[in-house]
């Protein structure tokens, strides 16, 4: 099937014949990227919430479903609502929310801010930054107070949000969600980091099979939609701010293998538990994997200048993946696609609260 990555659909305030039984009927019943809008009290002011730029990334996408299906038509929101859903086709590729994009096309999530002058552009994927320009631009004309990008990630772990500034708003609405915010100032083409002069944060809700992700995610869209001013909002719980995570990653063409136990394969090992480390981190001179002779050449953790700082995080102990410190870990997967494709994990260096 050719992909129309110029195709953007449009619903105004849906009824139950367009939204169909259930999420998975609604899903197969798009033909692409869709724009739901939803008409609130106050008619001047949007708020817009992006869900699925990945496409197995279903927690946005099912909770989005469940308000829109269950909320009482006669309660509006306190403003005009935009939910945008972007990675249709790849979402609905059998077996359903298992593919993060098409075959021989891009992560979404990596084609914004991206032109025909920028040294990233390929012609071969030129229909992605065409649809990452058509969301982009969605989200432009209803000059937004706030910006919502709802994710998952692919294996279990708690709850977070990431903005690339700390505001009152930021920290507000991220404790709808969660109690944890990480500041980022990665560059990887993100939505986030696109300029859309009004909060943004983005909510990982937690495993992309977990009931309690989307749960995480409907909960926090019924408290925006119901909130009276995003300027002054009242912090749900107390926030913790963690400042600017790296990501680690295999370099090109090393191999990537999960064990229980060193099986002397080679490139690099992860334990194959390593989604535990997501909720309590991982101590000093803790293993968490193995390496081949090529020790930690095969990895990097790229800082904001591009340095590989790894021998900062981890060292190597004989063949074994150590910690030079107490490190928090997010995002930890045992999805050997999800890791090649993005990061083995996210990772910040564990400073005790009370220093």
Not at 16 to 39: E, K, N, R
Not at 172 to 185: E, G, H, N, P, V
Request: aromatic residues 10%; charged residues 20%.
């Amino acid at each position: 099937m050719e992909i129309d990555y110029s195709e953007l659909n449009y619903l105004q305030d849906p009824n139950w014949q367009d939204l169909h039984a259930d999420y998975v009927q609604f899903l197969l019943s798009m033909t692409g990227p869709t724009v739901i809008d939803i008409t609130g009290k106050n008619t001047n002011k949007c708020r817009v919430f992006t869900t699925l730029l990945q496409g197995n990334e279903p927690s946005g996408l099912i909770a989005l479903h469940r308000w829109l299906t269950t909320r009482d038509d006669s309660q509006l929101p306190q403003t005009n609502l935009r939910f945008i859903i972007c990675s249709v086709e790849a979402a609905s590729k059998k077996s359903l929310f298992t593919h993060r994009f098409i075959d021989g096309s891009k992560d979404i999530n990596r084609c914004f801010g991206i032109t025909k002058q920028h040294p990233s552009f390929q012609h071969s994927q030129q229909g992605c930054y065409e649809r990452a320009q058509r969301i982009e631009q969605a989200i432009r004309e209803v000059n937004p107070e706030m910006v919502i990008d709802l994710h998952n990630a692919s294996s279990p772990g708690p709850t977070f949000s990431i903005s690339s500034i700390i505001t009152t708003e930021t920290l507000s609405l991220a404790s709808f969600f969660c109690q944890t915010l990480i500041l980022s100032d990665l560059n990887l083409n993100s939505l986030m980091e696109q300029e859309f002069s009004c909060s943004f944060i983005t909510i990982e809700c937690g495993g992309s099979f977990d009931e309690q992700a989307h749960e995480v995610a409907f909960a926090g869209i019924s408290h925006v939609a119901q909130c009276d001013n995003i300027g002054y909002i009242h912090q749900e719980k107390n926030v913790e701010v963690i400042y600017r995570p790296l990501r680690l990653q295999v370099k090109t063409d090393v191999n990537l293998s999960y064990a229980e136990h060193d099986e002397g394969y080679s490139g690099v090992t992860l334990k194959n538990n390593i989604e535990y480390f997501n909720f309590g981190g991982a101590h000093q001179d803790e293993m968490i994997g193995w390496i081949d002779g090529d020790g930690l050449n095969n990895l990097q953790l790229l800082d904001k200048k591009g340095k590989n700082v790894i021998d900062d995080y981890f060292y190597a102990r004989e063949n074994q993946l150590v910690c030079k410190q107490n490190l928090r870990l997010f995002k930890a997967t045992s999805n050997k696609e999800a890791a090649l494709n993005d990061c083995l994990f996210y990772v910040v260096k564990h400073i005790n609260s009370e220093a």
